[in-house]
């Protein structure tokens, strides 16, 4: 009898015991710590993808396409402020760090909000000179840490953001490494040069939302009730949290969902924490609703928006405007290697080195940030022509359908073909009959 | 001088109120103030304010300029974001005096809660009394003066500033990433100072600085989880 033969089974596929699962124990076992990853999480999320958006047929009338005007501006944080924020199209670019970024990367996307009209928000750290001298608007974070930041900074903000969580990391603050830590972030900062910095995790001067309703009070005496005040919060208890936000009077809320990038972050952060954006847009919506200030409050969504139908749905669902970051940082030339957090960003965006910084042309890269928020304004536009609407705000969510029976139970709009809507309507009947 | 009765004043209104009287004259005295909130919240330029009673939170925030004197006790986050100008309490106070406070100098006479200085980047902060724990947490600046005893973590993860104490406890009592030190003849003297100029009984000799460990990692006492197989032998159920 021949002697049995140990049979091998190549290539097998491994459902958990994956190339990544592999990497990310060898890495913990050997350095007995966890990862820090930048761009945010690869992980597959439940996106606007999932949503298809109706034509106007013989039910109503397309606009056309090329001859036919589309109303894109829009009108941001009119609940209480005296001056809201008015941007020429719905796509403002979101709060990424002078430390995260170059000098150079924060100067071209200011320049570019000069192009398209739109509005840059600074990010944690101070504001840059440069930035807000190239920008068209320009937005202020008031963060837990307050680095950089002083009675002048509310002086120059069109709009202000109380940042109380970031949707890469929520319940989690800054990380920039000390190699992105250079002489000038230092400066801005007002930190020593060269160290890790884990900023504040919760803001010293509101402890909960008791206080937070006299700090409000303080902000708008500040302001003198001219500049829009937006809180901006990571998608988790959307639901009670935009509660909050109604009751402590702010004019509009930035909501970033779990699919939003970040310069550094732990892994575990960026893969399980918080909800997808488009959940946590529905659930914002229906919440503003309830609370009868749908029509006053704003409402800035951000988190994996990568083009003009990302635009049209999150319109359709009930928001105000979109926030770019890492899309923006593409249109630069980044290609989400997702290593952020070492500094050594090849092409000049996510780094302080001063040779790799020179690979970033300002000019060239403002240009190209600025095409691209032109180029998703227009398929916006196009999408919503298509659905018969004159001005992108009228888009509604009547104009969408789910593709999935998850798309439908996650956001109540009805599944495509049948119309059945699974749990909770959206402004649906949910009559299916079950 | 003029004075001011707030005793029937919304406190919406109280600021705007302030404002137009100190135009009539520089030197203020506010009566019946009764814990209101964000009494001269953002105050700016040369003025003289005194408040006759206590006030509520947010006491002096974002001050720029003045000398605002509260002869009560004050509310949490007096002096928050403060640019300049003195910020004086007669009696005592309550958590996160003078966070993130730019410049100026805030001085409390009796003793303060947790978190005085929280991330402060400028200025002085004097506590003539006891601070309660976590004193000078993530500063990033400026001089935090602890005349009294410390509160527990003090110090913890500063990234700069300097915080100076007499309490012979005090190395017991200090957060992470900061270091006990000598005082230097220059910080002897901007403190003997500081003592002359508000009539402080000290003597800057006498104190110690909790300053910031300036390396490029700072490390976290409860960051990493502290496993102890030893301690956890007691828990061990022989089986069989």
Redesign the interface.
Same mark, same amino acid.
């Given at each position: 009898m021949a002697d049995k033969k140990q049979v091998t089974i190549h290539n097998a596929p491994k459902a958990t015991w994956n190339k990544e699962i592999l990497s990310e124990i060898d890495y913990k076992a050997t350095n007995g710590k966890y990862r820090i990853r930048g761009c945010g999480s690869p992980r597959p999320m439940p996106k606007f993808d999932d949503l298809m958006i109706l034509p106007s047929q013989l039910t109503r009338m397309p606009i056309d396409t090329y001859r036919e005007d589309c109303e894109t501006r829009t009108v941001l944080g009119a609940r209480f402020a005296k001056k809201p924020l008015i941007i020429e199209t719905p796509v403002m670019i979101a709060g990424m760090s002078y430390g995260a970024l170059s000098k150079e990367a924060k100067i071209a996307l200011a320049k570019a909000t000069k192009l398209v009209g739109t509005v840059i928000s600074n990010g944690e750290g101070g504001i840059l000179p440069e930035e807000l001298e190239n920008s068209y608007r320009q937005s202020v974070q008031i963060l837990a840490s307050r680095m950089g930041f002083t009675r002048r900074n509310m002086e120059v903000a069109d709009m202000l953001e109380v940042l109380y969580g970031i949707g890469a990391k929520p319940g989690l603050s800054g990380h920039l490494m000390g190699e992105k830590i250079s002489e000038e972030i230092a400066e801005v900062r007002k930190i020593p040069i060269g160290i890790d910095l884990h900023s504040h995790p919760r803001a010293g001067d509101a402890f909960g939302a008791d206080d937070m309703v006299v700090k409000m009070q303080q902000l708008r005496e500040m302001t003198d009730w001219e500049t829009p005040i937006f809180c901006k919060i990571a998608a988790g208890r959307v639901r009670d949290d935009i509660k909050i936000a109604i009751k402590l009077g702010f004019d509009g809320i930035i909501l970033d969902g779990c699919s939003a990038g970040t310069g550094a972050a732990p892994v575990m952060a960026t893969d399980h924490l918080g909800i997808p954006t488009m959940p946590a847009l529905v659930a914002a919506v229906r919440t503003l609703e309830e609370m009868g200030v749908k029509e006053e409050m704003s409402l800035i969504v951000s988190g994996g928006i990568t083009n003009g139908a990302d635009l049209a749905k999150a319109l359709a669902i009930g928001a105000d405007a979109v926030a770019i970051g890492t899309a923006a940082m593409v249109a630069m030339g980044c290609r989400v290697c997702m290593n952020c957090q070492t500094g050594k960003c090849a092409f000049g965006i996510g780094t302080q080195d001063p040779e790799l910084r020179q690979n970033l042309d300002v000019d060239e890269a403002a240009e190209r940030v600025a095409n691209y928020i032109k180029a998703i304004t227009a398929e916006t536009v196009l999408l919503a022509k298509s659905a018969g609407k004159t001005k992108l705000k009228n888009l509604e969510r009547e104009d969408l359908r789910a593709l999935t029976l998850e798309a439908c139970a996650m956001t109540g709009i009805p599944l495509v073909g049948s119309d059945l809507v699974i749990g909770k309507g959206f402004g649906f009947s949910a009559d299916n009959g079950l | 001088m003029e004075y001011l009765d707030l005793a029937k004043v919304e406190?919406?209104k109280v600021?705007v109120l302030i404002k137009d009287k100190l135009k009539e004259s520089n030197e203020l005295v506010l009566k019946n103030v009764n814990s209101m909130?964000?009494i001269c919240?953002?105050l700016s330029g040369d003025c003289q304010v005194t408040i006759e009673d206590s006030t509520?939170?947010?006491t002096g925030?974002?001050l720029?300029g003045p000398t605002l004197r509260i002869k009560g006790n004050v509310g949490?986050?007096a002096g928050?974001?403060m !640019?300049s100008g003195e910020l004086i309490v007669e009696k005592n106070t309550g958590?996160?005096i003078g966070?993130?406070i730019?410049g100026g100098t805030i001085v409390i006479y009796g003793n303060t809660g947790s978190?005085v200085g929280?991330?402060m980047?400028g200025g002085n902060i004097i506590v003539c009394g006891s601070a309660g724990r976590w004193a000078g947490v !993530?500063a !990033?600046?400026g001089d935090l003066i602890i005349l009294g005893a410390l509160g527990k973590e003090c110090g913890e993860?500063m990234?700069?500033g300097k915080i100076f104490t007499r309490d012979p406890e005090a190395e017991s009592k200090m957060g992470g990433n900061v270091f006990y030190d000598t005082i230097t003849a220059a910080e002897t003297e901007k403190l003997d100072h500081l003592f002359s100029q508000y009539e402080i009984a000290a003597d800057g000799k006498d104190f110690h600085v909790i300053r910031?460990v300036?390396?490029?990692?700072?490390e976290?006492a409860l960051f990493?989880p502290d496993l102890k197989p030893e301690l956890a032998k007691k828990y061990f159920v022989k089986r069989g």
């Amino acid at each position: 009898m021949a002697d049995k033969k140990q049979v091998t089974i190549h290539n097998a596929p491994k459902a958990t015991w994956n190339k990544e699962i592999l990497s990310e124990i060898d890495y913990k076992a050997t350095n007995g710590k966890y990862r820090i990853r930048g761009c945010g999480s690869p992980r597959p999320m439940p996106k606007f993808d999932d949503l298809m958006i109706l034509p106007s047929q013989l039910t109503r009338m397309p606009i056309d396409t090329y001859r036919e005007d589309c109303e894109t501006r829009t009108v941001l944080g009119a609940r209480f402020a005296k001056k809201p924020l008015i941007i020429e199209t719905p796509v403002m670019i979101a709060g990424m760090s002078y430390g995260a970024l170059s000098k150079e990367a924060k100067i071209a996307l200011a320049k570019a909000t000069k192009l398209v009209g739109t509005v840059i928000s600074n990010g944690e750290g101070g504001i840059l000179p440069e930035e807000l001298e190239n920008s068209y608007r320009q937005s202020v974070q008031i963060l837990a840490s307050r680095m950089g930041f002083t009675r002048r900074n509310m002086e120059v903000a069109d709009m202000l953001e109380v940042l109380y969580g970031i949707g890469a990391k929520p319940g989690l603050s800054g990380h920039l490494m000390g190699e992105k830590i250079s002489e000038e972030i230092a400066e801005v900062r007002k930190i020593p040069i060269g160290i890790d910095l884990h900023s504040h995790p919760r803001a010293g001067d509101a402890f909960g939302a008791d206080d937070m309703v006299v700090k409000m009070q303080q902000l708008r005496e500040m302001t003198d009730w001219e500049t829009p005040i937006f809180c901006k919060i990571a998608a988790g208890r959307v639901r009670d949290d935009i509660k909050i936000a109604i009751k402590l009077g702010f004019d509009g809320i930035i909501l970033d969902g779990c699919s939003a990038g970040t310069g550094a972050a732990p892994v575990m952060a960026t893969d399980h924490l918080g909800i997808p954006t488009m959940p946590a847009l529905v659930a914002a919506v229906r919440t503003l609703e309830e609370m009868g200030v749908k029509e006053e409050m704003s409402l800035i969504v951000s988190g994996g928006i990568t083009n003009g139908a990302d635009l049209a749905k999150a319109l359709a669902i009930g928001a105000d405007a979109v926030a770019i970051g890492t899309a923006a940082m593409v249109a630069m030339g980044c290609r989400v290697c997702m290593n952020c957090q070492t500094g050594k960003c090849a092409f000049g965006i996510g780094t302080q080195d001063p040779e790799l910084r020179q690979n970033l042309d300002v000019d060239e890269a403002a240009e190209r940030v600025a095409n691209y928020i032109k180029a998703i304004t227009a398929e916006t536009v196009l999408l919503a022509k298509s659905a018969g609407k004159t001005k992108l705000k009228n888009l509604e969510r009547e104009d969408l359908r789910a593709l999935t029976l998850e798309a439908c139970a996650m956001t109540g709009i009805p599944l495509v073909g049948s119309d059945l809507v699974i749990g909770k309507g959206f402004g649906f009947s949910a009559d299916n009959g079950l | 001088m003029e004075y001011l009765d707030l005793a029937k004043v919304e406190n919406e209104k109280v600021n705007v109120l302030i404002k137009d009287k100190l135009k009539e004259s520089n030197e203020l005295v506010l009566k019946n103030v009764n814990s209101m909130h964000n009494i001269c919240a953002g105050l700016s330029g040369d003025c003289q304010v005194t408040i006759e009673d206590s006030t509520g939170l947010y006491t002096g925030s974002f001050l720029e300029g003045p000398t605002l004197r509260i002869k009560g006790n004050v509310g949490w986050y007096a002096g928050d974001d403060m !640019m300049s100008g003195e910020l004086i309490v007669e009696k005592n106070t309550g958590c996160n005096i003078g966070a993130y406070i730019n410049g100026g100098t805030i001085v409390i006479y009796g003793n303060t809660g947790s978190r005085v200085g929280y991330g402060m980047k400028g200025g002085n902060i004097i506590v003539c009394g006891s601070a309660g724990r976590w004193a000078g947490v !993530m500063a !990033m600046g400026g001089d935090l003066i602890i005349l009294g005893a410390l509160g527990k973590e003090c110090g913890e993860s500063m990234y700069s500033g300097k915080i100076f104490t007499r309490d012979p406890e005090a190395e017991s009592k200090m957060g992470g990433n900061v270091f006990y030190d000598t005082i230097t003849a220059a910080e002897t003297e901007k403190l003997d100072h500081l003592f002359s100029q508000y009539e402080i009984a000290a003597d800057g000799k006498d104190f110690h600085v909790i300053r910031p460990v300036l390396s490029g990692r700072h490390e976290y006492a409860l960051f990493k989880p502290d496993l102890k197989p030893e301690l956890a032998k007691k828990y061990f159920v022989k089986r069989g």
